[in-house]
């Protein structure tokens, strides 16, 4: 016997009938605006059974023919017609449904204007009718039609106020059923989206590649709530919160969307922005609301994404204070642990921004635990490519773990980009299958921009972004400390890009005196060939001398690495709006001093090597003017065997490019 049961429509996985559209409200709005419309139009028509004729009809065709025995004006507004007795039987035999079967009843009625207005006329047809036609009698009659009455006196009007009073509460969201979140009296109320347990959400722990060890801890908080006793045995007490810290792009919200995803609890999932509102005391307002729903959904999990919009440090400047979001922030600490000291909720926040973050904030008993999600590694980077390649149609010959090695420095979102960009420029040439050659397109694409085949410059111009490409080469080649060359291109790229060389950076994350002047001289290496080759410089190194001045910078006032300054850092990263320096202006004098020398020696050094090696410097610029791509099988082929060996692939830092700018501007 089969189960009556109603069984879960196909490719719906979450076991639960599909529900149907939702019912809309304004239909028994617009139902009642009918029926009130055909009511008064039948009230109007009550009493009123027989046919309607005009006043013209009934003159000439039935008071000049002297068949009219009398008339009655009813209400001032319709007059009924009665004829004489063979008259109305002869009607009857000729149309029972026009006229009324019952003798003593009307034949017909019209319509009139007014009494006055019917006497007028009635006179005037009196006087042209024939002598012999005998004048009938007219009667005045009042009738009384109670439902009429009623509707046109008081109750009409109420029910057109009481369903205009339920469309403006229901567009205010109040009042009304299913009054929208967003109307003004629900504006104190939380905006977080509920995830409950039976809610599809289709991100899981398995999409979450490359961050090992925070789904460790995501998933430990995870158990705190679903087995509690666990813990708490040993007088332990289940943490509060958990900060999720990383760099744009690395994973962090989509960790927090695999926790909604595998999480067996209710997951209140909110935006720090969704705080902040128009009207003074919102931000707190919601707050109080967001965990008073999470109080009745005890165990559960909030999460806040971008909490630095409302989370950020108070009272370091007045100038820039904001009364409104330092009363949400405080609200916020108030819920997290204050007196009530709520059980069973588990505050989940990320951010990029944990410097700015107030350290109320920060201390145990809110968020006792800071989860780091950095850059990937190279095996993390592999992983990552293994879930972004699933749904992609790649060759067989695809090597993913060079891949993983050509990207050091990208993150998660970098990733997906460039297998969407891969998948794409695949696309574009009509091919089936995505291969190798398509990521490395697409990998330059993501790097320096979009390639500009069409972009006109002259050959002056493009000598000159071959030399400035191979200075940055053979400084690079011929350094030892210097990344190396994985290749290097003169085809223009990006906003303003008209040349590019791209490096492997090391795999280190201390660096230093001597690696770092390395980097400067490698960075110096196209302006230096233009001096040494062309006797002047262009614009083209804007970007290499930006770089170059934060690295200088960082090396005399931050890491200590000149003697004159000394063994002092001048850092402080909590003072994002500070308006004075931390030193002197003697001080900063030196600073500038020791800079511009540094400068100036590793600029001697990059032209001193250029020179030693400017064979090789004429030799790649001449290819690279032919092939406008050199990669390093080329510079071996064309300079030989580096030096020195090559290092493993970096796993903290981006990939170094020194790029020839179109303006002194653009980057």
Known sequence: MEDNKQKPLPGNDNKTPRKGPRFNIYWVYGIIFVALIVLQFYTSNVGSATATKSFQEFRDEYLYQGKVDHVKVINGSEVEVFLTGENTKQADEKSPSVFNNNSTGPAFSFKIGSDEQFRDDMSDALKAKPANVKEPKVYYDVRANWLRDVLNSFLLPIIILVAMWFLIMRKMGGGAPGGGAGGIFNIGKSKAQLFEKGTRVNITF????????????????????????????????????????????????LLAKAVAGEAQVPFFSMSGSDFVELFVGVGASRVRDLFKQAREKAPCIVFIDEIDAIGRARGKNVVMSNDERENTLNQLLVEMDGFSGDSGIIVLA???????????????????????????????REKIFEVH???????????????AVQTPGFAGADIANICNEAALIAARKGKEEVDMSDFNDAIDRVIGGLEKKNKIISPEEKKVIAFHEAGHAICGWFLEHAHPLIKVSIVPRGVAALGYAQYLP??????????MQDQMVALFGGRAAEQIIFGKVSTGAQNDLERITKMSYSMVSIYGMNEKVGNVSYYDGNQEYATTKPYSEETAKIIDEEVRALIAEQYDRAKDLLREHKQHLNALADELLKKEVLYKDDLERLIGKRPY??????????????????????S
Not at 351 to 379: C, E, H, M, Y
Not at 389 to 403: A, G
């Open 506 to 515: 090391k795999e280190q994350y201390l660096y230093t005196l001597e690696q």
């Open 389 to 403: 390649l699933k749904p992609i149609k790649k060759s067989k010959d695809l090597n993913i773990t060079k891949l």
């Open 350 to 380: 990320a951010t990029n921004r944990p410097d700015v973050l107030d350290t109320a904030l920060l201390r145990p008993g809110r968020f006792d635990r800071q989860i780091s999600i950095d850059i990937p590694d190279v095996k993390g």
């Open 206 to 253: 398995n999409d979450v590649a490359g961050l090992d060890e925070a789904k460790v801890e995501v998933m430990e908080i995870v158990d705190f709530l679903k087995n509690p006793k666990k813990y708490t045995a040993l007088g332990g007490k289940i943490p509060k919160g958990a900060l999720l810290v990383g760099p744009p792009g690395t994973g962090k919200t």
């Open 645 to 666: 060996e090559d290092m493993s692939p970096n796993e903290g830092i981006p990939p170094v490019t020194g790029t020839i700018a179109e303006n002194p501007i653009a």
